[in-house]
Each structure stands twice: as C-alpha cells, then as structure tokens.
C-alpha cells in the first residue's frame, strides 16, 4: 500500500501538525505536488498531498474557502501549508474550510522544507514498489513450482488462495467447479455459476469483478469477487475466481495475473498435441465401428488406457437443419450466411465435445469421439470415385457431424444431453445398449434416430423412440405436402364452391374407422346424409372408400395438413 498520511505526519523529523480532518489520515498518498498557482487543479490526477505557502491565496474568507473546495473537489487527500513566509500561521477561514470538507489540513513549519516531505513519501513509494516487485517475483516462483508438481492445476489454485488470503476457484470450461481452495468456500465459489456463465458467452479473455451483493450475485457474503476467463486463442479452456474480504492491492493483482498465465499455460496444451490425440482417438472409433474391436482394444490401451467397458451408446450429433439450408444459402451466393453458420456449428460441436471428455474425466469413463463430413444424402462427404469431398457445386455440400462412443447411462451421455438441449444448432440421435462388439450396429441405429429428430424438429431420439412414434414424422414433409394437396383438391375445391363439408366428414368417418353412427353424432348430422357424403367423396375421387390402401392414403393426406 502506498504511505498515508497518517505515516508522514507520524515522522518526527518533520515535525507536522494536523489541524483539520484528523479523521482522513489513513489515505494513501500517491504523490507530493508544489504549487503557489490559486488553482493547481490542471495539474493534478488526485491521490496527492499538496504543498503551499499560500502566497497567492491572500487572506480573503471567501478566496480561502473556495480553494480548499477545489483541492477537494480534485480528490487531493491533504494539504500541507507552510508558515513563516506569506502566512505568519494557518489563516482561521482555511482551517474551517478544511474541517468542512473533511480534508486533512497539516501545518508545515519553517525549518522544515518542502522537499524533506517529498524526500519521505518518495522513500516509501519506492518501498512500496520494491515489496510489490519482490512479492511478486516470489509469489510468481512459488505459483511456477506448484504448476509443475503433481495435479499442477489444483495446487496452484491452493497457493493462489493463500498468497490473497481469501479463496479460488477453477472451473472447466463448462462452467462447472473443478477445484476451489480452501475447502470450506465450495458455497461460494458455486455462487459464481451464472457469472461464469456470462464470460462463457464471450471471447476469452475476458473478466468481471463484483462485490458480495451487488446485481446478479445474489449472497450474504461481503467478499470482492473477480472471475477470470483462461484461453489465448478466444475460446475459454476454464474459468478462475478468488474472493478476498478487500479489494485486491496492485501487488495482489500481479500475483492473481501470474496465476492466470500459468493456469491458462497448463490449460492451453500444444494444438498439435491435441489434434494428434482427436486423430488417433478418432481412427480407433473407426475401427470399433469397423468391427475390429480386438485391434483397437491394443492400440487404446497404450494410448488411451482402454476402451470404453461394458454395455455402451453410440451418439451422433449434427445440424438441426440437416445441412440443407447451408447448401440453398451457397447457391444463392450467401457465402457470409454460409460461413457463419458453419462456424456456429463448429463452434456448438467443440463444445459438445468438450462437454463429454471433461464428463468423462470427473466421472472416470473412457469415450471415443470423432468428427466426420457426411453429405446431405447422408452418405460419407466423398462421391466415390475420385475420393473428393463434395463442395455444393457438383453435390450436396459436406455437413459436419460428431460421433461418440460412451458408457450407457453415464455421465458422458448425460453431458450430451444437456449440451444438445442448450444449443439450438444441435440434434442428437442415440442408440439403444449394446455391447461394444456390435458398435457398428449401434452406429446405424444413431443415425436413423438422428433422422428422425431432424424430421420431427426435435433436440434428441433414443433409438427406443423410432418405433414408438409416429409415422408421418419419418416421410419427407414436402412429399407428404404435394401428396395430400393432390389427393384431397377435388374434395377442397368442393367444400369452397358448395355444400357438403366433405373434408371433415371423411375426417369424422375414418377416425370413427368406418361407424356410421358414431361418425355421424360427432358431426351433428344424420347417418344418411352422411352416407351421402361419402357416396360424393367417392365420386370426386373416383377411388372406392372400401379399400383399405385408399383409407390409409385418404388418413395420412388429411393427417399431414394439421399442425
């Protein structure tokens, strides 16, 4: 902390009196300024102790007043008045000005020069900024060995707490805690979700202080909270909050930034690293859907200590929209709207992704997950001849998708599902358990639940859903479209132009599953008149409603038109 005034007036080879605003004296000085000017204010920031013989201010109540009011006004934090020279003593008018104001009045006696008092609150500024460095140069070592120990991560966020004397937090770049020291501030740091949830929405890095009860941090606590994101390339690896009962000092921050740096370093692995894992991890999924299960069981154990054991899920996530708009939107010429909707997918896949290794590590489950181009017919993303990636010219443009492999029921597919229900962008089909050796079955089963979310615009399907549903959700909606306006036209151009009501009766008759009674009360009308509407329907049509194949076109074409 910077000297206060408290600490020159107690020097005694200077020999000050406080005559005004004793009760102020724990302010820190910042600097000490000379001026005789009767308004110094340009030349001040604030945080000074100012120093005058009051030459220029003469002996005027009103012109003595006025000038305490702007020294405080500029946020000087004391002011000094030497006597002897243009003032005999401390004129009575600046005393009560200084007491009015509450700002600390010092009077400077002759023998002791201007540049004695400057001499001193240089002295313990430059201390102050010796202790800051030496501090932190320390605290940066202690930070550097904690790093490269054992669980480097959860021992820096110990020493950091210690060094702030308040606590830290770390918390994945889900948002959920990984480490908080000391044990006891696991309450507050959970607190903190919604604010970290905040900084996951922006570009790392990225910060936000705040004090115990102000907006959106809603405690009894008093503590003054910073959250930190960690990550270098905009994206957040992890999130970092510290509590301390005051505001951090300059020299604490420094610590609170060597800490930042290490963790986002112990974060922030070689992207080379990584990608080299996401390859390999991804061919030993390929080679578990392949069937070659004993191969890559060797492989994985080295690398990845093992597979997956047990009863397993496939997932495969993809674009709720399936692809096509980004396909229309390339033909059209919208490369921009392309762009940025590929990069938003990108964007939701990664998280999804990340979501499930780092569920996978808190709950000790192996997964396998790669990413894969398929084209908008589902195929894989090369046309078969030349092994290109088609490129929305000569076909459907390539749609990234995600595939998982994960314990049934684990942690891993929860993590999945709640992703995917946070992200508009995303559906997910599952399949149902299975053994790993029968993954590619599974893999098959995904997809067409996949499938199935995307036609009944929904987030996800288990594939125990496919066939517990409907059937209209699985035809292609513009077929069923096309089809129902044909079929059911002469019907419709019927109902316009006379009377008859075909349409909800034939609706009526075929829920009723032919019963002329009960179709005709639900309608209100007499069972003969009904029958008569349906000899008409009949005749429209030129199609025997006595047919069941023409029954169950005539329900599917009605059913396809409600909402």
């Given at each position: 902390m910077p000297p206060t005034l408290a600490a020159v007036v107690r020097n005694s080879s200077l020999h000050l009196t406080v005559l005004a605003g004793a009760?102020?004296?724990?302010?820190?000085?910042?600097?000490?300024?000379?001026?005789?000017?009767?308004?110094?204010?340009?030349?001040?920031?604030?945080?000074?102790?100012?120093?005058?013989?009051?030459?220029?201010l003469g002996r005027s109540a009103k012109n003595l007043q006025a000038y305490v009011h702007r020294l405080a006004d500029a946020g000087v934090v004391g002011l000094g008045l030497g006597v002897g020279l243009s003032h005999a003593e401390v004129p009575q008018p600046l005393v009560d000005a200084a007491a009015q104001r509450g700002l600390p009045l010092l009077r400077v006696p002759e023998p002791t020069p201007f540049i004695a008092i400057s001499k001193v609150v240089s002295a313990a500024l430059a201390a102050e900024q010796y202790e800051a460095v030496t501090t932190s140069f320390e605290a940066q070592e202690e930070l550097t060995r904690a790093a490269l120990g054992q669980n480097g991560t959860a021992a820096v966020v110990r020493k950091l707490a210690a060094r702030l004397g308040g606590w830290a937090a770390l918390y994945d770049s889900s948002g959920a805690l990984s480490v908080v020291a000391p044990d006891w501030a696991a309450r507050r740091a959970a607190r903190l979700a919604s604010e970290v949830d905040r900084l996951r929405r922006r570009p790392a890095p990225a910060s936000a202080a705040l004090q115990g009860r102000s907006p959106g941090f809603d405690t009894a606590d008093e503590d003054f909270?910073?959250?930190?994101?960690?990550?270098?390339?905009?994206?957040?690896?992890?999130?970092?909050?510290?509590?301390?009962?005051?505001?951090?000092?300059?020299?604490?921050?420094?610590?609170?930034?060597?800490?930042?740096?290490?963790?986002t370093l112990t974060l922030e692995r070689s992207r080379e690293l990584r990608h080299a894992e996401e390859r390999m991890g991804a061919a030993l999924l390929r080679l578990v859907l392949a069937g070659q299960v004993a191969t890559a069981r060797q492989v994985a154990?080295?690398?990845?200590?093992?597979?997956?054991?047990?009863?397993?899920?496939?997932?495969?996530?993809?674009?709720?929209?399936?692809?096509?708009?980004?396909?229309?939107k390339s033909d059209k010429g919208d490369k921009v709207g392309e762009r940025n909707d590929?990069?938003?997918?990108?964007?939701?896949?990664?998280?999804?992704?990340?979501?499930?290794?780092?569920?996978?590590?808190?709950?000790?489950?192996?997964?396998l997950v790669a990413r894969e181009s398929v084209a908008k017919e589902g195929r894989d993303g090369k046309d078969g001849k030349d092994g290109k990636e088609k490129d929305g010219k000569?076909?459907?443009?390539?749609?990234?998708?995600?595939?998982?492999?994960?314990?049934?029921?684990?942690a891993v597919h929860r993590a999945c599902l709640g992703a995917v229900e946070e992200h508009e962008g995303l559906a997910l089909g599952i399949s149902a358990p299975a053994p790993i050796d029968e993954a590619g079955a599974a893999f098959a089963q995904a997809e067409r639940a996949l499938a199935v979310a995307l036609r009944g615009g929904r987030r996800s399907?288990?594939?125990?859903?496919?066939?517990?549903?409907?059937?209209?959700?699985?035809?292609?909606?513009?077929?069923?479209t096309a089809f129902a306006e044909g079929l059911l036209r002469p019907l419709r151009d019927?109902?316009?132009?006379?009377?008859?009501?075909?349409?909800a009766s034939l609706r009526a008759w075929l829920s009723r599953h032919g019963q002329w009674d009960a179709a005709a009360a639900d309608l209100g009308v007499h069972r003969h008149t009904l029958r008569y509407r349906m000899r008409r329907v009949e005749e429209l049509l030129g199609r025997s409603l006595d047919d069941t194949d023409v029954r169950m076109e005539l329900w599917l074409a009605l059913r396809s038109g409600e909402d």
């Amino acid at each position: 902390m910077p000297p206060t005034l408290a600490a020159v007036v107690r020097n005694s080879s200077l020999h000050l009196t406080v005559l005004a605003g004793a009760d102020h004296l724990e302010r820190p000085v910042r600097w000490v300024h000379t001026s005789e000017l009767d308004d110094p204010t340009p030349f001040l920031e604030g945080g000074e102790l100012l120093l005058t013989t009051g030459i220029k201010l003469g002996r005027s109540a009103k012109n003595l007043q006025a000038y305490v009011h702007r020294l405080a006004d500029a946020g000087v934090v004391g002011l000094g008045l030497g006597v002897g020279l243009s003032h005999a003593e401390v004129p009575q008018p600046l005393v009560d000005a200084a007491a009015q104001r509450g700002l600390p009045l010092l009077r400077v006696p002759e023998p002791t020069p201007f540049i004695a008092i400057s001499k001193v609150v240089s002295a313990a500024l430059a201390a102050e900024q010796y202790e800051a460095v030496t501090t932190s140069f320390e605290a940066q070592e202690e930070l550097t060995r904690a790093a490269l120990g054992q669980n480097g991560t959860a021992a820096v966020v110990r020493k950091l707490a210690a060094r702030l004397g308040g606590w830290a937090a770390l918390y994945d770049s889900s948002g959920a805690l990984s480490v908080v020291a000391p044990d006891w501030a696991a309450r507050r740091a959970a607190r903190l979700a919604s604010e970290v949830d905040r900084l996951r929405r922006r570009p790392a890095p990225a910060s936000a202080a705040l004090q115990g009860r102000s907006p959106g941090f809603d405690t009894a606590d008093e503590d003054f909270v910073v959250v930190q994101s960690l990550g270098a390339d905009r994206r957040a690896r992890g999130f970092l909050a510290v509590g301390t009962e005051d505001r951090i000092t300059p020299t604490e921050r420094y610590v609170l930034n060597a800490a930042v740096a290490l963790l986002t370093l112990t974060l922030e692995r070689s992207r080379e690293l990584r990608h080299a894992e996401e390859r390999m991890g991804a061919a030993l999924l390929r080679l578990v859907l392949a069937g070659q299960v004993a191969t890559a069981r060797q492989v994985a154990t080295g690398l990845f200590g093992g597979l997956p054991e047990g009863t397993i899920r496939v997932l495969v996530a993809g674009p709720a929209t399936g692809g096509g708009d980004r396909a229309d939107k390339s033909d059209k010429g919208d490369k921009v709207g392309e762009r940025n909707d590929q990069d938003a997918l990108l964007h939701d896949l990664t998280e999804l992704a990340e979501r499930a290794e780092q569920a996978g590590g808190r709950g000790g489950e192996k997964l396998l997950v790669a990413r894969e181009s398929v084209a908008k017919e589902g195929r894989d993303g090369k046309d078969g001849k030349d092994g290109k990636e088609k490129d929305g010219k000569d076909g459907a443009a390539p749609v990234e998708r995600l595939v998982l492999l994960a314990v049934d029921g684990g942690a891993v597919h929860r993590a999945c599902l709640g992703a995917v229900e946070e992200h508009e962008g995303l559906a997910l089909g599952i399949s149902a358990p299975a053994p790993i050796d029968e993954a590619g079955a599974a893999f098959a089963q995904a997809e067409r639940a996949l499938a199935v979310a995307l036609r009944g615009g929904r987030r996800s399907v288990g594939h125990e859903e496919v066939g517990a549903g409907s059937l209209l959700p699985l035809l292609g909606e513009d077929a069923v479209t096309a089809f129902a306006e044909g079929l059911l036209r002469p019907l419709r151009d019927h109902d316009r132009t006379a009377r008859g009501d075909l349409v909800a009766s034939l609706r009526a008759w075929l829920s009723r599953h032919g019963q002329w009674d009960a179709a005709a009360a639900d309608l209100g009308v007499h069972r003969h008149t009904l029958r008569y509407r349906m000899r008409r329907v009949e005749e429209l049509l030129g199609r025997s409603l006595d047919d069941t194949d023409v029954r169950m076109e005539l329900w599917l074409a009605l059913r396809s038109g409600e909402d």
